[in-house]
């Protein structure tokens, strides 16, 4: 039922660019990023809806395939306030999760 | 100030002793839920509700209720809790999503967090 995320893990020096896989085994309408610091909430990052339209981060970018039931989450040029747990999410049902870790 | 609050922050229980966890936000959301957050496991939904009076399971439901007497309040309750529910309780809410399909949500507002011990 949960989205897969991959990888489960990414470590980070500040300055570079990763990417996060979200995939689903149900049809999409949309799609949800949220970060996770340690002990904390998860907070909104960006929504991807069917169709295209996309509302979220200024500075975080994400793809959404509809076909595919995938989305991406990019980010580029890290720096160390990203670090956290990311998750994707299809509104109430979130993945599994990937942890990426930024060091100077 | 738009926010979603729960209580208590931390709680350390015995087994077998009801305790509720209450949840409440004042952005008149629709939509209220209820996860559970292990480590590796990520967040796991426990129960969700998509009016007053209207409740579902989520993946992890049982030795939880629910209920939703007003449009604010989503409690968690668990009648005899067990070591195995030990874990970091997250509330949520939010609106729909217009124009989706059923069940189909915006963004989702979380309270701080309830981190249960069950002993």
């Known amino acids: 039922q949960q989205p897969v995320q991959s990888p489960q893990a990414v470590i980070l020096r500040e300055g570079e660019d990763a990417v996060i896989n979200c995939s689903s085994s149900k049809a999409l309408y949309s799609v949800h990023w949220y970060r996770q610091k340690h002990g904390e909430a998860p907070v909104f990052l960006m929504i991807l809806l069917k169709g295209g339209e996309q509302k979220g981060h200024e500075k975080i970018s994400a793809s959404f395939n509809e076909k595919k039931q995938q989305s991406s989450l990019y980010l580029t040029a890290s720096q160390l306030s990203y670090s956290g747990t990311y998750f994707c999410g299809t509104g109430l049902i979130f993945g599994t999760g990937t942890r990426l870790q930024v060091f100077p | ?119």
């Open chain 2, 1 to 119: 100030e738009a926010q979603v609050t729960q209580n208590p922050r931390y709680l350390i229980t015995v087994t077998g002793k009801k305790l509720t966890v209450t949840c409440s936000q004042n952005m008149n959301h629709e939509y209220m839920s209820w996860y559970r957050q292990d480590p590796g496991l990520g967040l796991r939904q426990i129960y969700y509700s998509m009016n007053v009076e209207v409740t579902d399971k989520g993946d992890v439901p049982e030795g939880y209720k629910v209920s939703r007497k007003e449009k604010r309040n989503f409690p968690l309750i668990l009648e005899s809790p067990s070591p195995n529910q030990t874990s970091l309780y997250f509330c949520a809410s939010s609106l729909g999503l217009a124009g989706g399909p059923p069940i189909s949500t915006d963004t989702q507002y979380f309270g701080p967090g309830t981190r249960l011990t069950v002993l």
